[in-house]
């Protein structure tokens, strides 16, 4: 198992930008991929961005594409989620996931972290 903590939420404007941080601790980080997901009040946790063991494959759900990167530092034992060009629609609480596998998943995650509260204002 590993314990994940998640950290850089807060409350910004439309059109910024924010960096979330997660760091990993316990079972061997580098060798699993890891996610981020994310909730918005009165909805279902959705898929956010996943990123493979070597940091070579990256996957986004469409709602992110092009303004969300998800990266890592194995060195670190750290997965970050840099996002630009924020909507009030973004506004979530964001969770960092460790992954079952090796390989890039949008479901094959079995460790959550505590959760980061990110709001967006118009």
């Known amino acids: 198992q590993v314990q994940l903590v998640e950290s850089g939420g807060g409350l910004v404007q439309a059109g910024g930008s924010l960096r979330l941080s997660c760091a990993a601790s316990?079972?061997?980080?580098?060798?699993?991929?890891m996610g981020w997901f994310r909730q918005a009040p009165g909805k279902e946790r959705e898929f956010v961005a996943s990123i493979s063991w070597t940091g070579r494959t990256t996957d986004y759900a469409d709602s992110v594409k092009g303004r969300f990167t998800i990266s890592r530092d194995n060195a670190k034992n750290t997965v970050y989620l840099q996002m630009i060009s924020l909507k009030p629609d973004d506004t979530a609480v964001y969770y960092c996931?460790?992954?079952?596998?090796?390989?890039?998943?949008?479901?094959?995650?079995?460790?959550w972290g505590q959760g980061t509260q990110v709001t967006v204002s118009s």
């Open positions: 316990g079972r061997t980080f580098k060798t699993y991929a």
């Open positions: 996931a460790g992954g079952r596998i090796g390989s890039v998943t949008r479901t094959d995650f079995g460790s």
